[in-house]
């Protein structure tokens, strides 16, 4: 497990850059924390990290967003107001979280019994006390 605190979004997005210098094809990422704790801003760095030049925003309405423009292709899930797991099944999702990209997905804990047996689970949290923009990353790997 891995532990970073960052203190600013661009320390976030720096984070999140690294993360995706770091990506290998196949790789799946999933990305908990409340509404606000910075979800996208990570997103959007590791997509830098890929080489992706193009805006990044949360695909909360069409569920996923390709990017093929980097390194690999980048496959953006963001599951907030999927109903159940069959609309997944329905977007063809096994070609994304078992190809040949980098898979993030938000609000993955909405579809964990879908989730492959190895991946790695990145938590963001605030800390008021610590300041507004402060976040706490926790990095894990998780084999089922």
């Known amino acids: 497990?891995?532990?970073?605190?960052t203190f600013s979004p661009e320390e976030t997005f720096r984070l999140g850059q690294k993360l995706g210098e770091q990506a290998r094809p196949g790789e799946l990422y999933t990305l908990t924390g409340d509404l606000g704790t910075g979800k996208t801003v990570l997103t959007q760095g590791i997509a830098r990290g890929l080489g992706v030049e193009e805006p990044v925003c949360s695909p909360t309405f069409t569920i996923v967003q390709i990017y093929e423009e980097g390194r690999m292709p980048f496959y953006h899930?963001?599951?907030y107001r999927i109903g159940d797991v069959e609309e997944m099944e329905e977007i063809g999702y096994e070609d994304y979280f078992y190809g040949q990209g980098l898979t993030i997905i938000e609000w993955a804990e909405l579809i964990r019994e879908i989730l492959p047996k190895n991946h790695k689970e990145i938590?963001?949290?605030k800390d008021p006390e610590k300041g507004f923009d402060y976040r706490r990353i926790t990095i894990s790997e998780v084999t089922k």
């Open 1 to 5: 497990m891995e532990r970073t605190e």
């Open 77 to 79: 899930f963001d599951v």
């Open 123 to 125: 938590r963001i949290e």
